[in-house]
């Protein structure tokens, strides 16, 4: 069997009971039956970035976990990110997560001109939100950041799951976790016409 690619995702909350965290865990764990050329991990270092600011990289004093971050993205074949919706687009965690990893943050010669990490990646937005199902933040989304960074987005924003108006409810709300049969089915059927996806958009690394 060939080695599956490796698939880094994110959420852009930092609630201790996200429900994009939980979609994110449901997707990680239903990989290897559903979509086994693909081994998603989640970067959790998101949590931890400070706000976008030139000057901490002029300044040479990244944080550690941006870097760390940094790394696991730039060596990924493709990516997921999980953004809730906040009026009517993402929300700040999401776009300061991609705005550290849209760029070098190396001064150094040997490091300064390495590609951004997310630049050409095969990507999925995915999202659980309220009314809409954060389906308007994953359209602001496709018409944003991969543009600019030249990422082949999944043709559809196959997976937006309405979060209040579903019965029953899709998602656990005390811990986050997925549960609702329906969406379920969904996100397995979205994950495995992911993996069909970056089959065919993923750079071949030599």
Request: net charge positive.
């Amino acid at each position: 069997m060939a080695t599956p690619f490796n698939v880094v995702c994110f959420a852009g909350s930092l609630r201790k009971n996200s429900r994009n965290h939980g979609l994110l865990r449901y997707l990680t764990q239903t990989a290897p039956k559903v979509a086994p050329q693909l081994k998603l991990s989640i970067v959790d270092e998101i949590r931890e970035f400070p706000l976008f600011n030139r000057d901490i990289i002029d300044e040479e004093r990244v944080p550690e976990a941006v870097v760390k971050a940094w790394w696991r993205v730039l060596k990924a074949d493709a990516v997921i990110i999980a953004t809730p919706e906040y009026n009517c687009s993402m929300p700040p965690v999401t776009t300061n997560a991609v705005a550290w990893l849209s760029k070098s943050i190396f001064k150094d010669d040997e490091k300064k001109n390495l590609t951004a990490p997310l630049r050409g990646k095969p990507l999925g937005l995915v999202s659980a939100g309220g009314d809409m199902g954060g389906g308007r933040a994953v359209l602001h989304a496709r018409s944003a950041f991969p543009v600019y960074l030249q990422m082949p987005v999944t043709p559809q924003p196959a997976l937006s799951v309405r979060i209040f108006h579903s019965q029953p409810m899709p998602f656990n709300m005390a811990t986050g976790e997925l549960t609702g049969e329906e969406t379920i089915k969904k996100a397995d059927a979205y994950l495995a016409e992911f993996q069909e996806w970056v089959a065919k958009t993923a750079v071949v690394k030599k």
